[in-house]
């Protein structure tokens, strides 16, 4: 008779942004948490809590890496508008022009209303 454990499975899912680069793990773990969130080396003022064990701190300079269990992404957990990190230009909005992309399906191509372009390959990441 065979008295097996159940194989314990563990989720790799720590709350932590292994395997991934720290600018991703505090993309992911924005989305995840619904907060603004930075990485280690970023200079970002204000109150910050460790994604993972959820130590806070208060920043002055740039994020450390969490003093409690090595995490490399925080959440940013003061009220207000997303901090820029010192450095770093706010998203978009600078980039000034952005023509908006309209894309169209079920074009008539028969008609004789002009050159149609259509596009592919449009990058859509920033
Ligand atoms: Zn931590």
């Given amino acids: 008779m065979g008295s097996q454990a159940p194989h314990e499975r563990r989720k790799l ?4 942004a292994r395997g991934l680069s720290p600018a991703d793990g505090a993309a992911q773990s924005e989305q995840r948490l619904g907060l603004p969130c930075f990485h280690a080396g970023q ?17 002055r300079e740039a ?4 003093p409690m269990c090595g995490e490399l ?5 003061d ?5 820029v990190p010192e450095g770093e230009s706010a998203p978009a909005a600078a980039a000034g ?3 908006p992309a309209v ?3 079920n074009v008539k191509l028969d008609e004789p209303t002009g ?3 259509v596009e592919e390959n449009v990058k859509l990441e920033p």
């Fill in 79 to 83: 009220d207000g508008p997303r901090p």
């Fill in 103 to 105: 894309v169209e399906e």
């Fill in 13 to 16: 899912d720590l709350g932590g």
């Fill in 43 to 59: 200079r970002v003022q204000g109150m910050f809590g460790c994604v993972a064990c959820q130590f806070q701190i208060r920043n």
């Fill in 73 to 77: 992404v925080w959440a940013y957990l």
């Fill in 63 to 66: 994020l450390p890496t969490c």
């Fill in 97 to 99: 022009k952005t023509p």
């Fill in 115 to 117: 050159p149609v372009t």
